[in-house]
């Protein structure tokens, strides 16, 4: 398996709401119950500063989050589970 990483790094910044569903609404990721709700910023770099074009901020459970993360825009056409199954990258 061939993983490209391409110059486009996205960061991500991932926080606790704090609260649980029942206030910040189902995982975006899952669409289950979240005891803790989390939210992730998508950004990329650019020019000096960032970017949030393209990018996707998300609510839900952190892991689902992270496993939500793009490795870059090369790899969007691998398998899904090999994003699933990928190490935990915080
Ligand atoms: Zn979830």
């Known amino acids: 398996m061939k993983v490209k990483i391409k110059n486009r ?7 606790s709401t704090g609260g649980s569903s ?3 609404g189902v995982c975006e990721v899952c669409k289950k119950h979240c005891a803790e709700v ?6 990329v ?5 960032y970017t949030k074009q393209g990018c996707t901020n998300l609510f839900g459970h952190q892991e689902c989050l992270q496993n939500a ?9 691998l398998p899904r589970h090999d994003f699933d199954t990928g190490k935990t990258r915080v």
């Open 9 to 15: 790094s996205y960061q991500y910044t991932l926080v």
């Open 22 to 24: 029942h206030k910040y």
């Open 38 to 43: 989390f939210y992730q910023i998508e950004r």
């Open 45 to 49: 770099p650019y020019s000096g500063g």
């Open 69 to 77: 993360r793009r490795i870059d825009e090369g790899t969007t056409s």
